[in-house]
């Protein structure tokens, strides 16, 4: 089964991903941000974390920290600055989507 996109199972993050991108001078990841999917979630255990990586392999080079309103956004980035991984910290709302749709899956 493909990997889906987070367009898909998490539309309003990924628009608050991009308004929050606005004056970073990364806003060109927006490209990149509506065609990404979500290869798997973050095991970590912490009750807090709604992270996820977006791409098969996770090799951090560079972040970016973006000043969203309730809890905390990271975009992390690859040597290649390809999106691999979006920390989601503190943001029960899109950690009930992403268990809501793999729940769907079952
Ligand atoms: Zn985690």
């Given at each position: 089964m493909a990997a889906p996109l987070v367009s898909d199972v998490l539309p309003d993050l990924l628009e608050e991903l991009v308004h929050l991108?606005?004056?970073?001078?990364?806003?060109?990841?927006e490209d990149q941000l509506r065609v990404l999917r979500i290869e798997s979630i973050c095991d970590?255990?912490?009750?807090n974390c709604a992270s996820f990586a977006t791409a098969p392999e996770v090799k951090v080079a560079s972040v970016v920290e973006l000043q969203s309103i309730e809890g905390h956004l990271i975009i992390d980035l690859n040597a290649a600055d390809q999106i691999c991984f979006i920390e989601v910290l503190s943001r029960p709302d899109v950690r009930y989507l992403i268990e809501e749709y793999y729940e769907s899956l079952k």
């Open positions: 991108l606005q004056g970073t001078g990364a806003e060109p990841l970590c255990g912490d009750d």
